[in-house]
């Protein structure tokens, strides 16, 4: 067992990092098998050796890759015999568009949504740097950035009208089978769905039944998941 992931974690071992999701999807695809180590958000030395302080991170043998588009890349080139995340060298570059869409334009749109609710998904050791990090970068406290939630879910379900086109008429943005490009979006989605009960999407949604598809694929990995906020 060659590759070692250090994937984020919360309260009782839940991992519900949407980037990590990415990673953890992208691995299931290649059906690589992986040593699991859990970061918490403030033991971020375990990760010293990456050079950088962010999850996730892989280790195969002597290399390391940390970002998850980069783990993906990098898995897609080092394991060339095992199912293609991306396709094709157009599919990789549509996909890294995709990647910078949601990173920039959607994750924006969940956080005021269910920042809050994620507080209460983060171990008890790690509260005082949740809570105070995130409200350094929002300015407010996470109860006020998270307030109004109501009025804030139209600009969000709005933004993912470009995959909403596409999964209404086929299973996958991928096609008819899920690539990278669904796992990108899928992590934020997962992120929610693992930490807060708040409904992002109506049933009929066609994003909600991608969701639900791909919670299925890869032996339903991402189903298995204990959801965080039903524990927390």
């Known amino acids: 067992?060659?590759?070692?992931?250090?994937?984020?974690?919360?309260?009782?071992?839940?991992?519900?990092?949407?980037?990590?999701w990415r990673t953890r999807m992208a691995l299931a695809h290649k059906?690589?098998?992986?040593?699991?180590?859990?970061?918490?958000?403030?033991?971020?030395?375990?990760?010293?050796?990456?050079?950088?302080?962010?999850?996730?991170v892989?280790?195969?043998?002597?290399?390391?890759?940390?970002?998850?588009?980069?783990?993906?890349?990098y898995l897609e080139d080092a394991y060339g015999d095992r199912p293609s995340l991306f396709g094709s060298a157009e599919g990789r570059g549509m996909a890294k568009a995709l990647n910078g869409y949601v990173d920039r334009m959607v994750?924006?749109?969940?956080?005021?949504?269910?920042?809050a609710d994620v507080f209460a998904c983060v171990g008890e050791t790690c509260k005082d740097y949740f809570r105070t990090s995130r409200e350094q970068r929002f300015g407010m406290t996470l109860e006020a950035f998270q307030a109004g939630r109501d009025e804030k879910l139209a600009a969000f379900r709005t933004a993912l009208e470009p995959v909403r086109l596409v999964v209404?008429?086929?299973?996958?943005?991928?096609g008819v089978a899920p690539t990278y490009a669904d796992y990108i979006l899928f992590g934020s989605m997962q992120w929610a769905r693992l930490t807060s009960t708040f409904?992002?999407?109506?049933?009929?949604d066609p994003i909600h039944a991608w969701v639900d598809r791909l919670l299925d694929a890869h032996g339903g990995v991402a189903r298995e998941e204990p959801i965080a906020a039903q524990v927390a």
């Open 168 to 174: 209404k008429d086929q299973p996958f943005i991928g």
């Open 31 to 56: 059906g690589l098998d992986y040593a699991l180590e859990l970061v918490t958000f403030t033991d971020k030395e375990k990760i010293a050796f990456s050079g950088q302080k962010l999850v996730p």
């Open 107 to 115: 994750q924006p749109l969940i956080a005021p949504l269910i920042v």
């Open 1 to 20: 067992m060659a590759i070692t992931f250090y994937d984020l974690c919360g309260k009782d071992r839940a991992r519900f990092s949407p980037y990590g």
């Open 58 to 73: 892989i280790r195969d043998g002597e290399t390391v890759v940390s970002d998850s588009f980069a783990i993906a890349a």
């Open 199 to 204: 409904r992002l999407v109506e049933s009929d």
